[in-house]
């Protein structure tokens, strides 16, 4: 799905079409994830420069408000990058699995783990589905 938006009188592409393209090119069977951190902590040049010596990242976006970046490769690769970046630059970064989710769906769950890493003050959050969604916290919310 390609979206656009109207900035000065001509329509171009969004966050969300780079975010698609870097997962797009990460290829079908690979396991993809995508790393969070705000704008307020960290630029997408700071963060492509702290990142230049890392492997198997596929690309460097902004996202509403968001840095994300593309990668694959493992769970426990996933954290080690987050934990890099945190030493590097101090930014709190929340972790997503793509699991073919759409576009609109993963910026929501990235937006989450985000939220979480802030709220309990780590370097890292692992965002989980099953516990960590507004529907899971709602679902166990109502089970009590």
């Known amino acids: 799905m390609e979206h656009s938006t109207l900035i000065q009188g001509k329509y ?17 069977g690979t396991e993809i994830y995508v790393l969070v951190t705000s704008i307020e902590s960290c ?6 420069e702290k ?20 990668m694959t490769g493992g769970e426990d690769y996933a954290i080690e990058v987050a934990k890099k970046i945190y030493m590097r630059t101090g ?9 073919g989710q759409d576009t609109a769906n993963l910026y929501l769950d990235l937006r989450e ?8 003050g780590k370097m890292y959050h692992l965002y ?17």
């Open 43 to 48: 630029s997408v040049q700071k963060l492509k």
């Open 12 to 28: 171009t592409g969004t966050g969300y079409d780079d975010l698609d393209f870097y997962i797009d090119g990460a290829g079908k």
């Open 113 to 120: 783990a985000l939220g979480i890493v802030r709220r309990e």
């Open 128 to 144: 989980n589905p099953k516990k960590d969604s507004l529907e899971a916290r709602i679902e166990a919310d109502l089970s009590e």
């Open 91 to 99: 930014s709190q970064i929340g972790i997503v699995k793509h699991e």
């Open 51 to 70: 990142t230049a010596d890392l492997d198997k990242i596929r690309g460097i976006c902004q996202l509403n408000g968001t840095i994300d970046l593309v």
